[in-house]
């Protein structure tokens, strides 16, 4: 499955993962992960480090905008690299994160954050 990966360095790419929750948190460096819904529709959420904080992460300015896009009036940050993922409406499993969904997280990142 596709996915969207922004690093806390800057760098963005669409890296192929098999399925599991293994392969998703070495993908964000090995930390326990945690999941974030972004959108109303409940089919697009960031996977990131659950205490990437606590082990001092490096800010990631990125992945830190497309948060604070969805959750407007938000002044936390994201510590440590970032996944997006993308989810089934019907039946909550991961798939693939759509060309759409990339344009749109991309857009936001091109438009700084801003509506």
């Given at each position: 499955m596709k996915y969207l990966l922004v690093k806390s360095n800057g760098n963005i790419s669409i890296i192929d993962l098999p399925k599991g929750i293994v392969a998703k948190r070495e993908a964000i460096g090995g930390y326990d992960v945690e999941f974030i819904t972004l959108n109303y529709a409940m089919t697009l959420q960031i996977c990131l480090a659950e205490a990437g904080k606590i082990y001092q992460l490096p800010r990631n300015d990125l992945a830190t905008k497309i948060y604070r896009y969805y959750?407007?009036?938000?002044?936390?940050?994201?510590?440590?690299?970032?996944?997006?993922?993308?989810?089934?409406?019907?039946?909550?499993n991961f798939k693939s994160i759509s060309a759409e969904e990339t344009t749109q997280l991309l857009s936001i990142l091109i438009n700084n954050g801003n509506k």
């Open positions: 959750t407007e009036g938000s002044s936390d940050w994201i510590a440590g690299d970032a996944l997006f993922c993308s989810l089934n409406s019907k039946n909550g």
